[in-house]
């Protein structure tokens, strides 16, 4: 275990920055925060609550809206979303919603609320295939409504991305087991170690089932083809994945050098500072005003002294040795390191699940589902725009519409 990468670098509010924090709000009529939120928590409600320190009634505004709203709390790039339409940026700052939201979450673990129940048993039985938060969520709304649930997850532990991406300094284990918990406490049927498309098909679930959900993500992640088969070069994902599991307790590269800006790139490149690196240069193919990072990331990365060097692509590169161009402007630059990170994206890995994926990596249905088949898509790869947490909680709940519709139809 190494304990500074499982401490948060957020240690999140007292009761006292609660209470002034929320007393900062401008109490909006038809609130913007709640319009920004793509899973519809409803900022401007809770926040009411704690005014009148009703944190119950804070608590049950957030889950009834939102079945992770504790681990949203934590990993919500904020700025983007709720925080974005807050007008008392006009005055000085956005209220911090997510601390806000954190705190309430908290106080609903301590005081062991049970919101969400297990809803009267239908008949219906759904299989969701991968356990991400897309997966996650759609689980505790189906078994809220009475379905019957079973999920298959290919790795050994329920979590996706929040379980093998995500830092621990930004999203524990604990929080994450306890928002898995409630789920299976509401009667989750989980398969672990079970990969569809292998050791079951989608033939036998969708025979079995009366509706199967893939809610596998986009869970490779991308390799430039000058990297490939280089000894040198590992991708971010598989990099997070390997300390997160092992709590941090992995031996890292003095010289970093990481490929690519967004949040991926951040967390591998402050995860390395934390965890002993002496040098870590980030290149970057944006330029800083046009950076895909969020705010928060971005702050974490710095505050580690991590290097940014911004609007560079690489050229070329020789064993542990990469050139570079300026997008813009006539500049070369060339780095050599211990190791070679690529943080360019992520795609999907759909071997034998029957889905055929257009050009832009999604499938192409507003209503989530495959033609008139009983199969529907969620997540990262369906054709929800909002690749995060809380978008993958929204395209959960949009779904729920279209899967109840089609099976009351039935
Ligand atoms: C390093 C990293 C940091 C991130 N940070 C943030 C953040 O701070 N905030 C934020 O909002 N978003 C963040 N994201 C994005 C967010 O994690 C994703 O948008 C989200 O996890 C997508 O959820 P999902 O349910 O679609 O899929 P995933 O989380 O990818 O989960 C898919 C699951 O399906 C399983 N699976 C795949 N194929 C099969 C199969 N054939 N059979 C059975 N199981 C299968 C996989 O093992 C996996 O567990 C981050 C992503 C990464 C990689
Ligand atoms: S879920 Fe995320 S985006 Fe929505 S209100 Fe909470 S912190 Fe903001």
């Known amino acids: 275990m190494n304990s500074k990468y499982l401490k948060s670098l957020d240690e999140g509010f007292s ?13 909006c009529h038809d609130a913007p925060c709640s319009k920004e939120c793509p899973a519809g928590t409803d900022p401007a409600k809770f926040i009411r609550s704690v005014r009148f320190d009703n944190l119950k009634g804070a608590a049950e505004t957030i889950r009834e809206n939102n079945p992770l709203g504790a681990i ?18 006009g005055i000085d700052k956005p209220i911090d919603i997510g601390n806000i ?22 008949n219906k039985r759904i299989a969701i295939v991968g356990s991400g938060p897309s997966g ?17 997850e290919k790795e050994s532990k329920l979590g996706g991305y929040l379980r093998c991406g995500i830092p621990a300094y930004r999203l524990s284990n604990e929080v994450l087991d306890y928002e898995i918990q409630r789920i299976i406490d509401l009667g989750l049927n989980y398969h672990t170690n079970t990969t569809i498309g292998k050791d079951i098909t989608m033939y036998e679930l969708k025979t079995y089932f009366d509706v199967v959900v893939i809610a596998v993500g986009y869970s490779k992640g991308k390799i430039l083809e ?8 590992e991708t971010a994902v ?32 402050t995860s390395l500072k934390i965890l002993g690196s002496t040098n870590v240069t980030a290149v970057v193919y944006e330029e800083l005003f046009e950076f895909k990072a969020s705010k928060k990331e971005l702050e974490d990365a710095r505050k580690h002294d991590v290097t940014i060097i911004d609007g560079y692509v690489p050229t070329s590169v020789h064993n542990n040795t990469v050139n570079f161009k300026h997008r813009r402007l006539p500049y070369d630059l060339t780095m050599t390191a211990d190791k070679i990170i690529l943080a360019v994206g992520q795609t999907y890995d759909v071997e034998n699940l029957d ?41 959960a709940k949009e779904a729920l519409y279209y899967i109840k519709q089609y099976l009351g139809g039935k």
Do not use: H, W
């Open 355 to 395: 889905l055929k994926i257009d050009k832009n990596e999604a499938i192409t249905k507003t209503n989530y589902q495959i033609d008139d088949s009983n199969v529907f898509v969620i997540g990262d790869i369906s054709i929800n725009k909002e690749k995060t947490v809380v978008g993958s909680v929204k395209s």
């Open 72 to 89: 949203c709390a934590r990993v919500c790039p904020t700025e983007k979303y709720c925080q974005k339409g807050c007008l008392r940026s």
């Open 238 to 269: 598989d990099y997070l994945k390997r300390i997160k599991e092992n709590d941090g307790n992995v031996l890292v590269d003095d010289n970093v050098l990481v490929i690519g800006g967004g949040d991926v790139s951040m967390d591998i490149c």
């Open 15 to 27: 009761y006292q920055t609660l209470k002034l924090e929320a007393s900062r709000c401008l109490l």
């Open 136 to 152: 996650l969520s759609l689980a505790a709304l189906l078994l809220r409504d009475g379905y019957k649930v079973d999920m298959y």
């Open 101 to 122: 939201q954190r705190y309430v979450t908290d106080f609903e673990q301590k005081t062991n609320m049970k919101i969400l129940k297990k809803g009267v048993e239908n």
């Open 226 to 233: 000058m990297f490939k088969d280089n000894p040198y070069v």
